[in-house]
């Protein structure tokens, strides 16, 4: 996909669309408009889902669409951790997202969207089984 194809997200549209699955969202903006503001992100959405599960959204920082920073900043990638009872985890074997790893970086809308369907769709009780027969 070219970087010009990608959709810019804010804190609220990522908020949106973890609420439209169900969750219940935080939102907190990071960096201001200033250019030189301390803070190392632009924003951070929180979410929890009735199964427990949580995803933690961060845009890290602004990508600059043109060369004089004028109006060109947009996030159109976000990294996502998961979590489970407050804490970082990998999703059980079987998943497309969160094998081995706690977090996916650089992830557009598409793909975030089809991260949040894949966690609030999942059955903790996995997590119970795959411990059992070893497979986490």
Request: charged share 30%; net charge negative; glycine share 8%.
């Amino acid at each position: 996909m070219m970087e010009e194809n990608f959709k810019p997200m804010t804190a609220e549209s990522v908020g949106e669309i973890l609420r439209e699955a169900g969750a219940q969202v935080m939102v907190r903006s990071g960096r201001s408009e200033n250019y030189s503001a301390p803070r190392e992100f632009s924003f951070e959405v929180k979410a929890i889902f009735e199964n427990g599960m949580g995803l933690h959204v961060v845009a890290r920082q602004f990508n600059y669409r043109d060369p004089w920073e004028a109006e060109g900043r947009v996030n159109d990638l976000v990294d996502v951790m998961l979590l489970r009872d407050g804490a970082l985890t990998p999703l059980p074997k079987g998943y497309p997202y969160f094998q081995g790893i706690d977090e996916e970086c650089g992830l557009d809308e598409e793909m975030l969207r089809e991260v949040v369907e894949c966690v609030h769709k999942v059955n903790p009780k996995l997590y119970l089984l795959q411990e059992m027969t070893g497979d986490l």
